[in-house]
Each structure stands twice: as C-alpha cells, then as structure tokens.
C-alpha cells in the first residue's frame, strides 16, 4: 500500500543552532518542504536582523541535494518595538510572532510578563496581517498544570480577540478539548484563528508519561491531557476543518538534559514525523484526510502557495533507531527502538 501526497509543510518547530541545526534540519527536510522556525534560541531571536542571520545558518546547515525554506519567526518580549513588525511583514521571510508567557516552556524567560504589554505590538501585527503565535498557557503557578491551556483560553486568548478582531492568531500545540470548541467558535465568528496538532499529542494521553515508570522522552509543554482531550484532538486533525493543522512541536534535547533529575520539555519527533502521523490518520480510519491536514491548511492560513511536490509513504514496517549521534552527546527520538507502520520512500524524501 501507498500513498501519494503533496509535499506537507511543518506550522511549528525547533531547529536550535550549531551542532543540533544541522542533524534537526536534515530530519525535518527529508520530509518537509517549508517550516515554522521557532525562535527560542540562547538568546532569543527578537529582531529582523537577527531573524536574517539565523536564515542563513539554517540555510547554510541545509545536507546538499534538500530543498527547504525555513519561515522565520520573532520572539516577543515586553519590550519589542512596533516598528520591528513592519520591517518584518517586508522582510518577506518572516512570517509569525511568537507569544511566550514568561516562564512558560522551555527558553521562555524573556517572554511577556502581561499580555498586554504587547498592546501596540499586536495592533501593528493585525494592521500588517501577520500571524502570531502563542504558546497557549498561563504561568501562574497557583493553576494546575493541566488546567494552563484552558485558562489561558479564558483569560488571554478571549479578550485579545475583543481587543484585536483582526489579528491572525495561531494556538500552538493544542492539548484539550476546549481549544478545539474555542477555534472552531470563533472561525465560525469569521475571526482567523487555527491550532497545530503535534504526533505526540494526538498518539499519547498522559497515561503515556508514566507507562513502565517515568518517560522523559514523552514530556513535553504543554503537557499531554487526558484521553478525552486527545480524542478531541484527533476529531480535528482528521475533520478536514480548514483550521487545523500540522506542527510537530519536534523540540531537540541531549539525551542528557532529558534522562536529568530535572527533565526539560521537548519531544523529538522531526525523524519520522510524518509516518507517525499517517499510523495515527489510518488508525482513525481517516488516511483520505492527511492530505489537507499536512500539506493544504497551513499554507492556505498562512497565505502561502501550496507546494507542487509529491511525496510517497509506503506502508512497510521501519524501526526507529534508539538515538542520533550529535556532537558528543545522543539525541533520543520519540518512539525509539519501536516500529513504526510507514515509511517514506527515500527517492520522494530527497535523501
Ligand atoms: O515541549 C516543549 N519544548 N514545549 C515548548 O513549548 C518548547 C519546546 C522546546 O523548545 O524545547
Ligand atoms: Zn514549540
């Protein structure tokens, strides 16, 4: 069995710099013609320029013979300037801001203090049309941490659409039930919001994290809700709704930093994102609905052409090796050492 598709696209993820660029680049282009970079360097990419220079490693990290288009994104801080969102709405190659709550996830220390500190930021972003992009959580360490997305909903989200009609927002890395109603609410308003769905999300509940003992390579921010929401997660993924769609969230961390007293956040799905999401879409009895999922919603959101490349999955049983040399360390990916049901066909893959 086979299934040919267009080219999908990555709406969400981490590529880092150095040594992890170049091995987390040549695993995501395999697959993917373009990508959502975040931002959440040591330090933070927060201006064009910077945005500029890190392109270009990206660009000059990319293995010969792979086509990839990075789509760059600014970090905003309480003090980002509005001015910076012009110059990078003309910039050309970038294309989202991201929103980290201070203290949030991962490198998120010089995120927004308030939400509204970014008042005439956001309204420079909806003038210029250009996306932003939140990681969906409160901080407020009196929250549970499994009720952090939805408050988030109620106490940030809903009121910046009041204030900002307009913006286009993305809520990355959806995982409840309640973000899935509150973007289709409000699309069904005619406000342009989405969600990416990462494969971690959508495979595991949080049964997951602790299935044999604790499982640092499945932990991840937000972390994985129960199975009522990520059923809800897969409703969307597999509806076809215009609002739905791709970003692993594939977020490298040494093997070290996650097998540590404490763990960091960050699974690392970029080596077999897409065949994981094929086993999920055919498990869900919905392979006819990958295609919009991974290749056609994203763009359409973004304003962005579709691409013209096929790729081809075959469906023929592959392991996943237990972990990536890199720089002295090992990097271990999601799923390690299991088997997977998919597998690209290499010449599609432009390996
Ligand atoms: O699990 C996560 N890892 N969530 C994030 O929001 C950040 C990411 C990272 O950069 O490691
Ligand atoms: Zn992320």
Known sequence: MRLTLTRPDDWHLHLRDGAMLSIALAHSARQFARAIVMPNLKPPVTTVAEATAYRARILAALPKGLAFEPLMTLYLTDHTPPEEIRKAADSGFVKGVKLYPAGATTHSAAGLTRIENANPVFAAMESAGLPLLMHGEVTDPEVDIFDREKVFLDTCFAPLIQRFPGLKAVMEHATTRETVEFVRHHYRAGVAIAATLTAHHLRYNRNALFQGGL????????????????????????????????????APHPQNAKEAASCCAGCYSAPHALELYAQIFESAGALDKLEAFASFNGADFYGLPRNREKITLLKKAQNVPDHYPVAGATLVPLCAGETLDWQMQPETGGT
Do not use: I, N, Q, W
């Open 215 to 250: 499982r640092p390579h499945r932990y991840c921010l937000p972390v994985m809700k129960r199975e009522t929401h990520r059923l809800a997660l897969l409703e969307a993924a597999t509806s076809g709704h215009p609002a739905f769609f791709l970003g692993t969230d594939s």
